[in-house]
């Protein structure tokens, strides 16, 4: 089965812009997480879909939002970017989410 | 919310000597945790997991233990080896919370 993949791989926007991620899940799969990686908070929880409903979200401010559609990929979207929007954002998909999380290659996001 | 500590945050062992990584947890009903193991520049792979009804899990050189009382769980490696050189993560979840809370990492270096 193919893995996990993120597209893109890599992004540079600057202040102000808003992106957009998306990950399509290994197939099967219907839980899609997103996770905020920094070298300085590490792993943070972003928000968690399943069958296209939000099941959970983190801390983060509204700013950041996602989605999932009926063929369970999922998107998320920032707006408004700040300097601090600068990481590398992972999403990981389960059978349900209680199984193994398997993660995505990330997509490293610079604002500059 | 759920808080996961790990300690130690960086592990300098001999090649071929043990290592040994550990985890507190703050929510009781906590019931999953899962170790991830994370190279320079890829992605974080799941490489053992335990339950909350099981107190030990092994894996050929890798083995976690859990102990509930105390709300901490650890991550053992044997006979270390340099490809095990990486970063480690510890996580928790709560069923039906849909999130996993990560510990902030350990660099494990392995020395030849």
């Known amino acids: 089965k193919a893995g996990v993949t993120q597209t893109p791989r890599y992004l540079i926007k600057t202040r102000g812009q808003q992106v957009t991620l998306s990950c399509s899940p290994i197939?099967?799969?219907?839980?899609v997480s997103w996770y905020q990686q920094t070298p300085g908070q590490g792993l943070q929880f972003l928000f968690e879909?399943?069958?296209?409903?939000?099941?959970n979200k983190g801390n983060f401010p509204g700013r950041f939002s996602g989605r999932q559609f009926s063929n369970s990929r999922s998107e998320m979207n920032v707006s408004t970017l700040e300097l601090g929007d600068s990481a590398l954002y992972l999403c990981?998909?389960?059978?349900?989410?209680?199984?193994?999380?398997?993660f995505g290659p990330g997509t490293r996001l610079t604002v500059l | 919310g759920e808080n996961v500590e790990q300690h130690p945050s960086t592990l300098s062992v001999q090649e071929g000597d043990s290592a040994v990584i550990k985890c507190t947890y703050s929510?009781?009903?906590?019931?999953?945790f899962p170790w991830y193991k994370q190279e320079l520049g890829k992605r974080p792979q799941l490489i053992i997991d335990?339950?909350?009804?099981?107190g030990e899990k092994k894996d050929q050189r890798i083995a976690v233990t859990l102990n509930k009382t105390a709300k901490h769980f650890s991550l053992h490696i044997t006979e270390t080896q340099p490809e095990d050189s990486a970063v480690y993560f510890c996580?928790?979840?709560?069923?039906?919370?849909?999130?996993?809370?990560f510990g902030a990492g350990t660099t494990v270096t392995v020395r030849a």
């Open positions: 990981a998909s389960s059978l349900e989410y209680a199984d193994t999380q398997y």
């Open positions: 197939s099967g799969h219907r839980s």
């Open positions: 879909y399943f069958s296209e409903t939000q099941r």
């Open positions: 929510d009781s009903a906590s019931n999953y």
């Open positions: 335990i339950r909350s009804n099981v």
């Open positions: 996580a928790a979840s709560i069923n039906n919370d849909y999130k996993l809370s």
